[in-house]
């Protein structure tokens, strides 16, 4: 007999659906199950580029087109 025995999952599970409720595991096995298609999707797909990803340039320059306020000193008075 172990830490957890049959007994206690079934405990444990019980426990958690009184406080999340049946709706939320729902959402939450749906949510689950969408990730892990969209994982082996993602796996699929770069198994059938071989494995590079594409290329993009590490550094894009960008020009702003804006007018900066032109600043001008105060006059000092001495």
């Known amino acids: 007999m172990g830490i957890f025995d049959w007994k206690h999952w079934i405990v444990i599970l019980v426990v958690v659906v009184l406080v999340f409720g049946t709706k939320k595991l729902k959402t939450l096995g ?5 990730s892990i298609k969209g994982f082996r999707k993602a796996m699929s797909d770069e198994e059938k580029t071989g494995g590079q990803p594409p290329v993009q340039p590490l550094y894009q320059p960008q020009t702003l087109d804006a007018t900066a ?3 001008e000193e105060p006059i000092r008075k001495e």
């Open 30 to 34: 749906t949510d689950v199950g969408e």
């Open 69 to 71: 306020p032109r600043f």
